[in-house]
């Protein structure tokens, strides 16, 4: 069965950097997009970042372009969240996701597994 599980989350002050982690498993992981995206409490999940199958093509929301940088190793079936200059608004739980197809999507309705999260909190 499909898993997808979420590391490198953590509680860092304002300006730190994470890279998020995501380990994939139960399918062809070099024929899909990959997707992460955050929700923090009381929020709906947002769309953060994505990247299609051989990684040639990223999409970034623009709260985080700029600071972040999605890639992935197809070798291996992982993507990765890198993290830089956090700020406190950063602090959410961050989910990975697969997509349904090959092109990054930037909606939580192409993505049909999900994580179980990793938390990320920023202290300012």
């Keep these: 069965q499909v898993q997808l599980v979420e590391s490198g989350g953590g509680l860092v002050q304002a300006g730190a950097s994470l890279r998020l982690s995501c380990a994939a498993s139960g399918f062809t992981f070099s024929r899909y997009g990959m997707g992460w995206f955050r929700q923090a409490p009381g929020k709906e999940r947002e769309f953060v970042a994505a990247i299609s199958w051989r990684g040639g093509s990223t999409y970034y929301a ?37 997509g349904t197809q090959i092109s990054p999507a930037t909606v939580v309705g192409a993505y049909d597994y999900w994580g179980q999260g990793t938390q990320v909190t920023v202290s300012s």
């Design 62 to 98: 623009d709260s985080v372009k700029g600071r972040f940088t999605i890639s992935r190793d197809n070798a291996k079936n992982m993507v990765y969240l890198q993290m830089n200059s956090l700020k406190p608004e950063d602090s959410a739980v961050y989910y990975c996701a697969k």
